[in-house]
T-cell receptor
Framework: AQSVAQPEDQVNVAEGNPLTVKCTYS??????LFWYVQYPNRGLQFLLK??????LVKGSYGFEAEFNKSQTSFHLKKPSALVSDSALYFC????????????FGSGTRLQVQP | NAGVTQTPKFRILKIGQSMTLQCTQD?????MYWYRQDPGMGLKLIYY???????DKGEVPNGYNVSRSTTEDFPLRLELAAPSQTSVYFC?????????????FGQGTRLTVV
């Protein structure tokens, strides 16, 4: 069965500092990996994805993520956090064979303090 | 381009009542999903579909039913509503090929069962 772990319920960072939101996964075959952001009372918005190719993926709003196959991780990063980045972030995985349901992690709340 | 459209946005049901949550997408996506999100929690997969006429259970299918008669529509049926089904429901769709694999989400249906 495929799964996603986001070990931190909340991450606090000061505005202007770099941020990292952690994600590890388990899936059969090669993974398709995604990050989504959710603002209060809204649906999920796609940030970035890893399918194949370069391990460092760049996405929307200055976010990037690094795929590490040996550590089965896909951590979300941003060099300089903004207060407006405060939101709920979800990592998701889908296999490229067999059951192709999209499985989400439990989410990490990012709080950026001014 | 409307993307994924869910109706209704809000609904209050009495225990034992039934209802159908509507979901339609105009991106010709093969994959469609139904998730529920309980307050402060992640997304749990209820059902998903890999194409018209094909559906499969997710993590929490009990108390729900789905059908997929067309590519565009993926309604979720709640039979005999229970308070435990109070949640926010999200429909999503995604494509089959690598460059089209990210899921697009509807704005959600907030359901309260009293």
């Amino acid at each position: 069965a495929q799964s996603v772990a986001q070990p931190e319920d909340q991450v606090n960072v000061a505005e202007g500092n770099p941020l990292t939101v952690k994600c590890t996964y388990s899936v059969s075959g090669n993974p398709y990996l995604f990050w989504y952001v959710q603002y209060p009372n809204r649906g999920l918005q796609f940030l970035l994805k890893y399918i194949t190719g370069d391990n460092l993926v760049k996405g929307s709003y200055g976010f990037e993520a690094e795929f590490n196959k040996s550590q089965t991780s896909f951590h979300l990063k941003k060099p300089s956090a903004l207060v407006s980045d405060s939101a709920l972030y979800f990592c998701a995985v889908r296999g490229n064979t067999g059951r192709r349901a999209l499985t989400f992690g439990s989410g990490t709340r990012l709080q950026v303090q001014p | 381009n409307a993307g994924v459209t869910q109706t209704p946005k809000f609904r209050i049901l009495k225990i034992g009542q039934s209802m159908t949550l509507q979901c339609t997408q105009d991106m010709n996506h093969n994959y469609m999903y139904w998730y529920r999100q309980d307050p402060g929690m992640g997304l749990k997969l209820i059902y998903y579909s890999v194409g018209a006429g094909i559906t499969d259970k997710g993590e929490v299918p009990n108390g729900y039913n789905v059908s997929r008669s067309t590519t565009e529509d993926f309604p979720l049926r709640l039979e005999l509503a229970a308070p435990s089904q109070t949640s926010v429901y999200f429909c999503a769709s995604s494509g089959l090929i690598e460059r089209d694999t990210e899921a697009f989400f509807g704005q959600g249906t907030r359901l309260t069962v009293v």
